[in-house]
């Protein structure tokens, strides 16, 4: 290393330790010192040319925390010991070296990371939109994916709960349109890797198809563009640029219920890519027979391919992912702290049991210098007391109009239709079953009604549930979540 270097970085070091509190009086300035000794002592330089400085970093949670937490003081120290316009980037660790050997590394930017490549950059539709492309169908525009580099199939954990979805992914990735299975219909609850799996094959299918045109678009993104096209009366341009699409991921199409308008819009798309052989992916947190509020020709459209449910990990499956994620911040853990992890994590999703497992890297990180069973055992007891949500109305309302895929507005309105009257209800009847709140209370909450309409509500709920299958389901599958 650049002895020049050493110096030039010590200094940087010595800047940040100085000012580390500065910022606030109350701070116990000790506390500050370890942690940051501690997370920096990993963190080397080895290179600065034409102003480009490389610091090579353990994994990449260094990386993530260093610019979380110490980005504005590491600029003020470069700037004063190096000069303006300095560049930060990482080397980061793809494997933490054994006895002699040197480490695998990845450069990788600072501030921002790395996306895949702009297939050809997607114009966003303005309130004066012209026509997205010269001649439909014919010339192109520049189209970005929208996808994430990191949602791979490489960093996709299989296990039992996923195994079905994620072979018939990999499969659709190797032919996109060419498969029985389009479209790909992919439902499970919350956080559970479907956008993962979605994203995979559309990242795999740039790879193994450069000319193809992929398209990740949220539900909510995919409305919103309808709705400013509809203004500006550009409904045709809108569908047009869809129907140019090679593979289309949809996410969350759930959310399109009671939307009539923009579905018949995506059903025009739906129509054209599927006669046209091209790839339809869409992701859901309910089986297509389980949608409220959405046209029998698009439910019947969702059936056409195939549906695969992800559910929530299994013991084994959260351990993989645990081993995978510690692995690659190059961290290892004894088998019985895998087994506590994996036994004592039980979320349903796999975002939030990587949460957990970041938590408990930042806390080793700050405070300790290794892990042990015990800190384990404490980390996720604080986390436990912590992350523990009150439930109250608002609470349950957020829950219900998520599950439901409506705005909190529409719960709250005057509205009978039975797409917002009937998560209304459910709402009340959950308020009453979880909270202390007087029927009075609820009805205020719930948007100025009546106590007797919130009576009303409950006992309707109550007694209908007891022969309805459907809203029985809808009981269930809302307990859960609140629960969480």
């Keep these: 290393m650049n002895e020049n270097l050493v110096l030039i970085w010590d200094r940087c070091l010595q800047f940040m330790r100085d000012n580390l509190n500065a910022a606030e009086d109350n701070t116990d300035l000790k506390k500050l010192e370890n942690s940051f000794d501690l997370l920096f002592d990993k963190v080397q330089p080895i290179s600065l040319v034409n102003n480009n400085l490389t610091l090579l970093v353990p ?3 260094y990386k993530e925390y260093i610019e979380d937490n110490y980005l504005s003081l590491l600029s003020a120290a470069l700037k004063k010991n190096i000069g303006k316009g300095v560049k930060l980037w990482y080397s980061v660790m793809e494997n933490k070296p054994s006895g002699k050997e040197k480490p695998i590394t990845m450069n990788v930017k600072g501030i921002s990371t790395q996306a895949p490549k702009i297939q050809e950059a ?41 195994k079905f979805a994620s072979t018939v992914a990999r499969s659709i990735a190797k ?58 009366q ?79 990990p299994n013991f084994e499956t959260r351990r993989k992912i645990i081993v995978d994620k510690l692995s690659r911040d190059g961290i290892e853990l004894t088998d019985d702290m895998l087994d506590y992890l994996a036994s004592e994590v039980k979320t349903n999703g796999v975002r939030e049991l990587i ?28 986390l436990a ?19 439901f895929g409506i705005q909190r507005e ?22 009453k079953e979880y909270t202390n709140a007087t029927f009075t209370k609820i009805g205020e909450e719930m948007g100025g009604k009546d106590h007797s309409t919130v009576m009303y509500a409950c006992d309707t709920i109550r007694d209908v549930s007891k022969i309805d299958k459907e809203l029985k389901k809808y009981i269930k599958d809302l307990k859960e979540k609140i629960a969480q």
Aim: hydrophobic share 40%; glycine share 4%; aromatic share 12%.
């Design 59 to 61: 994994s990449d949670f």
């Design 385 to 403: 007391t912590t992350q523990k949500k009150t439930i109250n109305i608002p609470y349950i309302q957020e829950i219900v109009c998520d599950y």
């Design 234 to 312: 550009n409904k045709t341009d809108f569908q047009h640029y869809y129907q140019m699409i090679d593979v289309l991921i949809i996410d969350d199409i759930q959310f399109l219920s009671g939307k009539a308008a923009t579905q018949d819009s995506f059903f025009h798309i739906f129509d054209y890519l599927h006669q046209n052989g091209k790839q339809i992916i869409l992701t859901s947190d309910k089986a297509p027979a389980d949608i409220l509020d959405t046209q029998e020709r698009i439910i019947s459209r969702f059936k056409w391919g195939l549906s695969a449910e992800i559910k929530s």
């Design 410 to 431: 529409q719960l709250l309105s005057k509205t009978r239709k039975r797409e917002i009257a009937l998560p209304r209800q459910l709402a009340m009847y959950f308020a």
């Design 175 to 232: 032919r996109p349109g060419s498969t029985a299975f389009n479209p790909l219909f992919v439902y499970g609850g919350y956080g559970v890797g479907k956008t993962h799996l979605a994203q995979a094959i559309g990242l795999e299918v740039k790879a193994s198809f450069p000319e193809k045109v992929v398209l990740y678009q949220s539900s909510e993104k995919f409305i919103q563009d309808f709705v400013k096209a509809a203004k500006s």
């Design 355 to 382: 949460g957990v497992v970041n938590a408990v890297i930042a806390y080793s990180t700050v405070y300790k210098s290794d892990f042990s069973l015990d800190l384990l055992k404490d980390t996720i007891n604080k």
């Design 122 to 162: 997607r114009p966003v539709l303005k309130e004066n939109n012209v026509n997205p492309f010269v001649v439909p169908g014919i010339k192109k525009i520049n189209i970005d994916s929208n996808l994430k580099a990191d949602q791979s199939f490489d960093n996709f954990i299989e296990g039992e709960s996923n």
